[in-house]
Structures are given as C-alpha cells and as structure tokens.
C-alpha cells in the first residue's frame, strides 16, 4: 500500500465516520476508497461491512430498553435477519468480483436514491401509519424483511432506510421502528461478518485505517453535531453519492 493510499483511506474513514454521526451516508466514503486504494470490489464490501458492524452493535445496545418488552416477538425478525443476512452474504461470496462489479453503479444509484428520499417517504409513512402494539407477523412482512436483510448482506448501504420504512409500514411506533432497525441491522452485519471473515474475503491492514479513520471521524461529526445545518450535510452526501454513482456507471458501461 502506497502512502497516498494510507491517506486516502484514512480521511474516507474520517468522512464516513463523520457523516455517519451528523447525517449517515457514510459509505458513499468508504467503499469507493476502498476500490480506490486497490481491493477487489467483493473484498472491498466485505472490509467496509466489517468496518461497519462496530456501530451497528453500539446501536442495537442503545435501544435495548426499547425492545426487551417484546420478549420472544422478535424471535421471527432476528431469523429473517440472520438467514437473509447470511443469504446476501453467500450470494456476494458465489456471484464473485465480475457479477459484483457490474452491479455496484445500481447499488450506489439505488442507496442514493433512498437517502435523498428520506425525509419524504418518512413524513409519508408518517400520514398514513397505524399504529399498533404488536403488529402480527405475516408471510409478506417476513418475506419483506428477509428481502431487505438480503440486501443488507450483499451490499447494505440504504439498508437502515428500507428497514425504517417496513417497520413503519407495519405499524411500529417510530421510537420502536429504529430500535428494531438497529437490532436487525446488528444481525445482519453479525452474520455477515463472520461470513466473510470465514471466507477471507477482509483486507485487514486497510479495515484498521479505516475504522481509525471513522472512529476520530465519528467523534469530531458528534461534536459539530449541533452546529452545522442538517440540509447542509443531507446536500453534500447525496451529490458525492451521485457523483459516486456517475463516475461508476461511466467507468463501468462506457470507459474502453
């Protein structure tokens, strides 16, 4: 690895950890980079989801006051996270750097996508949510968690959107919605990771830049927390998220 890669990878680690403090979107840093300093695009997802799994544990830790009332409710919602989780991860694992490569400008378009839809579909499931105590599980709620986890394993970034909006859609409160968003997202992450860490698919020595990176990052974005604009930060990660997208789609279909 090159000094310039070093860096690189530090201030992506830096900015993801930082975005992800104030507005989220923190991949839209870290997995280019990670192309970028030279990683095989399956390795470089599977890095940048261990890089993530860290905080996706602190999250579900938080809320867990939250979801111990539920007691064995959750017991369909962790399977459908840890068998789609583990079934994303299988398929990026089988489909190989090729199949993955090609996929990787829809992904960004589509995580693009559901971040700058945001803060519209959550003001529209607002209008028109039920809420209920216990929301009963059906085969359609648990294919559509067994879809998005799938999802989360194979790729993740808009994951927490997606998840955010099934929960709401079921009728969840919204405090409980992101509390289970958080429990789900730890699973999948959890059994992700171990896939590939089983499969040696992580770049160790780049993962530890980077979450050093993300970790002062993620520190210096909860500080300025309070004092930059949210609008601001929403508008900086969706136009590196589709310049990310632009430049894949070119480098991808039309670069000789």
Known sequence: ???????????????????????????????????????????????????????????AWAARASLRPLGRYLLPLLFAGL????????????????????????????????????????????????????????????????GVSIYGGYFGAGMGILQLAAFSIEGHPLARANALKNLISAVIYSIATLTFVIAGRVSWYE??????????????GGALGEKLPPALLRSFVIIVGSSMTLYYFWSTYFSA
């Open 1 to 59: 690895m090159t000094l310039s890669d070093l860096l690189l990878l530090a201030l992506a680690g830096f900015a993801a950890g930082g975005m992800n403090a104030l507005a989220g979107g923190g991949t839209f840093f870290s997995f280019p980079a990670l192309l970028a300093a030279g990683l095989p695009p399956v390795t470089a997802n599977a890095t940048n989801a261990v890089a993530l799994w860290p905080a996706s544990l602190a999250g």
């Open 83 to 146: 068998a789609g989780g583990l079934l994303g991860g299988l398929l990026l694992l089988a489909g190989g750097d090729d199949v993955f490569r090609v996929l990787i400008p829809w992904l960004l378009l589509a995580a693009t996508a559901l971040f700058a839809a945001s803060p519209w579909l959550g003001r529209w499931l607002a209008a028109r949510r039920k809420e209920a105590e216990h929301p009963p599980h059906t085969p359609l709620s648990l294919g559509a968690h067994i």
């Open 207 to 220: 993962l530890a830049i980077l979450l050093t990176g993300a970790t002062l990052g993620g520190y210096a």
